[in-house]
């Protein structure tokens, strides 16, 4: 065991000496949209469900993170358009993988085994694509993706009731719990809690991560954090400025804070460069391809998308940059090809007081 252990280490930390390294010397890319490229597919019920549901006693199509168990080779296949497009960092398909979430669908007992399939899907994807590209393994990375939850521990869902919440925070940190078990056991290198719109669960989130290396005795993977900045009032969904959820989150250690979704890149700009202009860690950025349209698809074009991101670079914001709802593999590609010519934003040099 203390073998296992000291190699563990060495592996943990050697993947985040290296994350630090490559973020010193050029801009990472982060993947695209899981669900946009799933729509493709056009699946229905039954592709949903598989061999193994078939008989569900609940509909299940449009819980997009089963397709890891029931139709893993089309997630891996999006992961693999992906590394063509110049990704280095790959979510894993675990948005919704915690029991709160899949109650929805009546599916709570599988959120580990989730989690486990998905990160192995993504490891295996960067596995075969360095591999048959003869690419330097070190440059690629999986990231657990932790999503938001569908409950908020802030937030009435009852406008009549405002002092009332569906769920408790133990409630919120034992299912991100069981969700980091099933991350970290499927090889995940990091940990990103993205797509957060109420603090108090990205703070539930943390508190897990932390917990579970501890309980474990293990040494902790890197964490990223994502938020979203909801509308033009610089606020999140549960009413911080962003500055005040950088704060907020920035005991956690994170090795960078950053912005998703919610807006497009041109929206996000300005949150961007107050961000990059705050933080004491590397910056990351990936919004969605421009707002929605009537019928909530996204008409951005990669070229557009990726023209605004070099704004940012240009500009010495960014330290990692993809894309959110919307983005394809054409997004990502574009974006990797124009990060080329940009440098990374330096870290600031900290003044001992």
Wanted: hydrophobic share 40%; with cysteine; proline share 5%.
């Amino acid at each position: 065991m203390p073998h296992f252990t000291s190699i563990t280490y060495l592996y943990i930390m050697n993947k985040e000496a290296q994350l630090r390294k490559l973020l010193d010397d050029r801009i990472l890319i982060i993947d695209g949209a899981m669900g946009t490229m799933i729509q493709r597919y056009k699946l229905q019920e039954s592709d949903y469900r598989g061999e193994r549901f078939k008989n569900w006693h609940t509909d299940v199509k449009g819980n997009n993170d089963m397709l890891c168990l029931t139709q893993p080779h089309i997630i891996k296949e999006i992961h693999t358009q992906y590394l063509k497009a110049g990704a280095n960092i790959l979510e894993t398909n675990t948005f919704n993988s915690q029991k709160i979430s899949l109650a929805d669908y009546d599916m709570q007992p599988l959120a580990y085994e989730l989690n486990v399939a998905a990160a192995k899907l993504a490891k295996d994807a960067i596995t075969e694509y360095v591999a048959n590209c003869q690419l330097p393994i070190e440059n690629f990375f999986v990231a657990g993706a932790i999503g938001p939850m569908n409950k908020t521990l802030s937030l009435s869902p009852d406008v009549n009731n405002p002092g009332y919440r569906a769920v408790t925070f133990d409630e919120v940190a034992d299912a991100y719990y069981e969700q980091i078990s099933g991350l970290v056991d499927g090889g995940a290198d990091l940990l990103l809690v993205e797509t957060i719109f109420d603090t108090l669960n990205a703070k539930a989130a943390i508190y897990a991560i932390n917990k579970y290396f501890r309980d474990n005795k293990k040494e902790k993977l890197p964490v990223m954090i994502s938020g979203t900045i909801t509308d033009a009032s610089g606020r999140t969904l549960s009413g911080q400025t962003l500055e005040a959820f950088y704060i907020s989150v920035m005991h956690a250690n994170p090795v960078s804070i950053g912005l998703n979704c919610a807006l497009g890149a041109e929206q996000m700009r300005p949150h961007v460069e107050e961000l990059a202009a705050i933080a004491a860690c590397y910056v990351s950025a990936y919004p969605n391809a421009g707002l929605p349209n009537a019928m909530g698809e996204y008409d951005e074009s990669p070229e557009h998308t990726a023209s605004i991101i070099s704004e940012w670079a240009k500009e010495g914001w960014v330290n990692l940059v993809g894309g959110c709802c919307g983005t394809t593999p054409d997004h990502i590609a574009a974006i990797a090809n124009a990060m080329k010519q940009f440098k990374p934003r330096k870290l600031p040099e900290l003044v001992d007081a």
